[in-house]
């Protein structure tokens, strides 16, 4: 399967955002999908991810401003990012769980990471 993460941009600090993952050539409905983050000069970090259920997991940064979600129709998960700030700054990334060895937030259970999504908050 194809992952590709859109809707990113540059917004001012405070601002709203949703951004959406489009799969291709392969149904994710059945999978836990999760959306991680690279800031600049950092490692790539689990923001939140959502069951096929549409049961969330969460950083523990993202369990207030950051809602993920799916439309299993459409084969696309969606972050919504709310108030955002400096520190938010980040390429955006969805990708398909596909390993249960460890826990959700490590990167290594997951594949099809796709391109990501450049999210630039300005002050």
């Known amino acids: 399967v194809q992952l590709q993460a859109s809707g990113g941009g540059v917004v001012q600090a405070g601002a709203s955002l949703k951004i959406s993952c489009v799969a291709s050539g392969g149904d994710i409905s059945t999978y836990f999908m999760g959306w991680f983050r690279r800031a600049p000069g950092k490692e790539r970090e689990f923001v939140q991810g959502?069951?096929?259920?549409?049961?969330?997991e969460y950083a523990d940064f993202a369990k207030v401003r950051f809602t993920a979600s799916r439309d299993n129709t459409k084969n696309t998960i969606y972050l919504q990012i709310n108030s955002l700030k400096p520190e938010d700054t980040a390429v955006y990334y969805c990708?398909?769980?596909?390993?249960?060895?460890?826990?959700?937030?490590?990167?290594?259970?997951?594949?099809?990471w796709g391109r990501g999504t450049q999210v630039t908050v300005s002050s």
């Open positions: 959502v069951t096929a259920a549409g049961l969330r």
């Open positions: 990708a398909r769980r596909v390993s249960y060895r460890r826990r959700y937030f490590n990167e290594d259970e997951y594949d099809s």
